[in-house]
């Protein structure tokens, strides 16, 4: 089963910007669509961004961070990437990266990929 490993988390003020970056233990060939997940104190795992690993490299987002993120793939490294700029305090959480798992919304308990990584922390300050 493929694994992720996520990093690239830190802490910014508002209106910067960091790049995540979750590498795969296999090829990303292997698998539809990776997404991008976070989860904040007290709030829901919501997914931020959607990525197919196919040719026509279709990304989804919420509306919370259309415009802000953008999220990418390297097929080479197995690398997923997300670029996060204008950071608002309401970014910050845990991000994840998921495999054949897509959301660009809020994700039930019920909900989950087949496995999670250990996540990076991403902290704006306001």
């Known amino acids: 089963q493929l694994q992720f490993v996520e990093s690239g988390g830190g802490l910014v003020h508002a209106g910067g910007s960091l790049r995540l970056s979750c590498v795969a233990s296999?090829?990303?060939?292997?698998?539809?669509?990776i997404g991008w997940f976070r989860e904040a104190p007290g709030k829901e795992r919501e997914g931020v961004s959607c990525i197919s690993s196919r040719d026509d490299s279709s990304t989804y987002y919420p509306d919370s961070v259309k415009g802000r993120f953008t999220t990418s793939r390297d097929i080479t490294e197995n690398t997923v990437y997300l670029q996060m700029n204008n950071l608002k305090p309401e970014d910050t959480g845990v991000y994840y990266c998921?495999?054949?798992?897509?959301?660009?919304?809020?994700?039930?308990?019920?909900?989950?990929?087949?496995?999670w990584g250990q996540g990076t922390q991403v902290t704006v300050s306001s």
């Open positions: 998921a495999a054949d798992f897509c959301s660009v919304g809020p994700i039930g308990s019920d909900e989950h990929p087949g496995s």
């Open positions: 296999e090829s990303l060939l292997n698998v539809n669509i």
